[in-house]
């Protein structure tokens, strides 16, 4: 692990970068004429964290779509935020830096880190000194074709498994949050007699059906989320998580192809029985700071994020259009009626937020 220099500068080349990052993920700057960011979506106060010092929090796959998303947000928030990317591609997204000391304007702090997901003592090294890990578990496909394999599937588990071993070892770690998706939770064997209609936080998908359908993006997530959850138990970790739906967003599919289309493997039966929901990117990273605010009320657990439901063949129509594939791919031929249907409830998320999302009744 080596820490990358960072310089202090002139004022608007430090502007410039901290632009172009905004722009990576595809957010606009937000202004605040009061002087302090505050969040109107979502939180409408700060966490004490902000307060006590300008805590560090850590950012793993800190240039993913997601990734940027909420280092943004977090910087917005008042946050100092490091970032960790583990190879030299992401530092040259980030740009070259040079001098030392932390990059930091009067109201930016971050730091740029790099360190290898698949190494507990890089990891280790790289969480020093921060008091909260968001795990966004950004991965991609090294040929660029597959999506998401069924190696990945595994790759994802161990690296969790090392992301949460190393927030375990590291004593300023006080909380975790780790991305989970919503695919984690949706696929219900409909075998089973007992099946509830609602799909809520405390569903899960059913491991033999995700292997059966090779369905390795929601396989991954259940069995990355399950053994971060283990781990937490077992070392007195204070963990959350929250189970995203398909991420969108400006350029969604562009700038997040692998996890795109990974999610979307099985879109007809997820839309035929009521389960293909959207979250917006920002909304998302919204969402992970104001949990993880939450955390200091000991709030934790399981949470379900979305905002949208794709429930009429306009809207897959539109989605399909967005991704750049046949309609068919979400809709099918006929219409999205199915023998057994199901509702997508975040209760539990929208209760946590002072001023929630929409909640949806669905059926």
């Known amino acids: 692990m080596g820490v990358v220099r960072t310089w202090e500068s002139r004022r608007v080349e430090l502007e410039d970068f901290r632009r172009k990052m905004v722009e990576t993920a595809g957010i606009q700057r937000r202004k605040d004429d ?6 109107t979506l979502f939180c409408s106060d700060y966490d004490d964290d902000v307060d006590e010092g300008r805590n560090m929090l850590c950012v793993t796959s800190g240039v993913s779509y997601f990734g940027l998303a909420l280092v ?62 968001f795990h966004t578990s950004a991965f991609t496909d090294p040929a660029g074709l597959s999506g998401y394999t069924k190696s990945m ?39 089973q007699s007992d099946l509830s209609h609602v799909i809520n936080h405390g569903s899960w998908s059913t491991e033999s059906l995700c292997i059966d359908k090779k369905l390795w993006y929601a396989l991954g997530k259940m069995r990355a989320e399950k053994a971060a959850w283990r781990i937490a ?10 189970c995203s739906a398909l991420i969108t ?21 997820m839309y035929s029985h009521g389960l293909l929901a959207t979250v917006d990117v920002t909304k998302l990273a919204e969402a992970h700071a104001c949990v993880f605010k939450a955390m200091n009320n000991n709030a934790s657990g399981r949470y379900i994020c979305f905002d949208n439901v794709i429930d009429a063949q306009s809207e897959a129509e539109k989605l ?44």
């Open 34 to 39: 009061e002087g302090r960011r505050t969040n």
């Open 72 to 133: 943004n947000h977090l910087l917005l928030l008042g946050y100092s935020v490091r970032i960790i990317v583990d190879n030299p591609e992401d530092i040259e997204k980030l740009q070259e830096m040079e001098s030392s000391g932390l990059m930091r304007t009067t109201e930016y702090h971050f730091e740029v880190v790099i360190a290898k997901l698949t190494d507990v003592n890089s990891l280790e090294k790289a969480f020093e000194g921060c008091r909260g890990v």
């Open 153 to 191: 599937a595994e790759i994802e588990v161990r690296v969790t498994e090392n992301v949460m071993e190393a927030c375990a070892r590291t004593p300023s770690i006080k909380r975790c949050v780790f991305t989970s998706s919503l695919s984690a939770c949706v696929w219900q064997d409909n075998a």
């Open 233 to 242: 138990n077992e070392r007195g970790l204070k963990l959350t998580t929250i």
């Open 249 to 269: 967003g400006p350029e969604f599919c562009r700038r997040n192809p692998t996890a795109t289309i990974a999610y979307l493997k099985g879109a007809q039966e």
């Open 320 to 363: 399909a259009k967005e991704i750049g594939i046949p309609k068919e791919k979400i809709c099918g031929d006929a219409s999205n009626n199915s023998l057994h249907r199901f509702e997508l409830s975040k209760e539990k998320l929208c209760r946590l937020m002072s001023r929630p999302l929409r909640c949806y009744s669905e059926y």
